[in-house]
C-alpha cells in the first residue's frame, strides 16, 4: 500500500501557482520523496524527487518539511497541460529496482 | 530524446486467447518493469526484470503471465489465457543503473480488452 496520503482533487486558477500537499508520516530515513503525474490515461511522467533539501528542476519545485513527515509540490505558473493526477511517492533510493507503488493521487484541474 | 514505446496502442482479444504486449525501453537502460492500471484504479505494479531475469513480482503476476527480453531492444509481458479481468491499461517502463535520479521512464501504455 502506498505510504502516502494527499487530497483527491485540487482546483487551480491558470498563470496561478499549485501546491500540492502530501503527507508521508511513516517515511524512513533511507526513503526519498517522488512526483510523478499522470495526464489523462497516459503513462505516468516523473516530475521531481528529494530527500530533505528542497529541490527544483524545470518543470516543479519541491519542499519537504524539516521532520520530513511532510512535502508540498508547487507548480509556479500552472497552464491547461498540467491538468492531470499527480502522485507522490515514499521510495528507497537504491541501484533502480524499486518498483514504484502509486496511490490514488491528487486530480489537479487548471482553469483558465 | 529517448523514450519507451509500446505495441499496439490497443489490443481487443477473445477470453482465453493469448497475448503479447511489446515494449522497446531506452536503449541503455538496465531495468525495466510492467505496470497495469484498470480502468477508474490505481497503477499497480507487475514485474520488474534486470539481468535477464524477474528482480520482483506482484501478486498480480501469476503463471498466467510471462515476460521476457527476446533480442537487445524489445521486452514483451505474455498473457497466456486472457481472463475480462485482465481488461486494462499496461505500461511498460525503463530505469538506469548508475542514475542519480533512478527515475522510472513510462510508455504510453497498451489498452488491453478482453472480451
Known amino acids: 500500500d502506498a505510504k502516502t496520503t494527499q487530497p483527491t482533487s485540487m482546483d487551480c486558477a491558470e498563470g496561478r501557482a499549485a501546491n500540492l500537499p502530501c503527507n508521508h508520516s511513516?517515511?524512513?530515513?533511507?526513503?526519498?520523496v517522488y512526483w510523478y503525474r499522470q495526464i489523462h490515461s497516459q503513462g505516468p511522467q516523473y516530475i521531481i524527487h528529494?530527500?530533505?533539501n528542497n529541490e527544483t528542476n524545470e518543470m516543479a519545485s519541491l519542499i519537504i518539511t524539516e521532520d520530513r513527515k511532510s512535502s508540498t509540490l508547487i507548480l509556479p505558473h500552472a497552464t491547461l497541460r498540467d491538468t492531470a493526477v499527480y502522485y507522490c511517492?515514499?521510495?528507497?533510493?537504491?541501484?533502480?529496482?524499486?518498483?514504484?507503488?502509486f496511490g490514488k493521487g491528487t486530480r489537479l484541474s487548471v482553469i483558465a | 530524446e529517448p523514450e519507451v514505446t509500446q505495441t499496439p496502442s490497443h489490443q481487443v482479444t477473445q477470453m482465453g486467447q493469448e497475448v503479447i504486449l511489446r515494449c522497446v525501453p531506452i536503449?541503455?537502460?538496465?531495468?525495466f518493469y510492467w505496470y497495469r492500471q484498470i480502468l477508474g484504479q490505481k497503477v499497480e505494479f507487475l514485474v520488474s526484470?534486470?539481468?535477464?531475469?524477474?528482480?520482483?513480482k506482484s501478486e498480480i503476476f501469476d503463471d498466467q503471465f510471462s515476460v521476457e527480453r527476446p533480442d537487445g531492444s524489445n521486452f514483451t509481458l505474455k498473457i497466456r489465457s486472457t481472463k475480462l479481468e485482465d481488461s486494462a491499461m499496461y505500461f511498460c517502463?525503463?530505469?538506469?543503473?548508475?542514475?542519480?535520479?533512478?527515475?522510472?521512464?513510462f510508455g504510453p501504455g497498451t489498452r488491453l480488452t478482453v472480451l
Open positions: 536503449s541503455n537502460h538496465l531495468y
Open positions: 526484470f534486470y539481468n535477464n531475469e524477474i528482480s520482483e
Open positions: 511517492i515514499v521510495r528507497v533510493f537504491n541501484s533502480g529496482n524499486t518498483p514504484l507503488v
Open positions: 511513516t517515511i524512513s530515513g533511507n526513503e526519498y
Open positions: 517502463a525503463s530505469s538506469s543503473r548508475g542514475s542519480s535520479y533512478n527515475e522510472q521512464f
Open positions: 528529494g530527500l530533505k
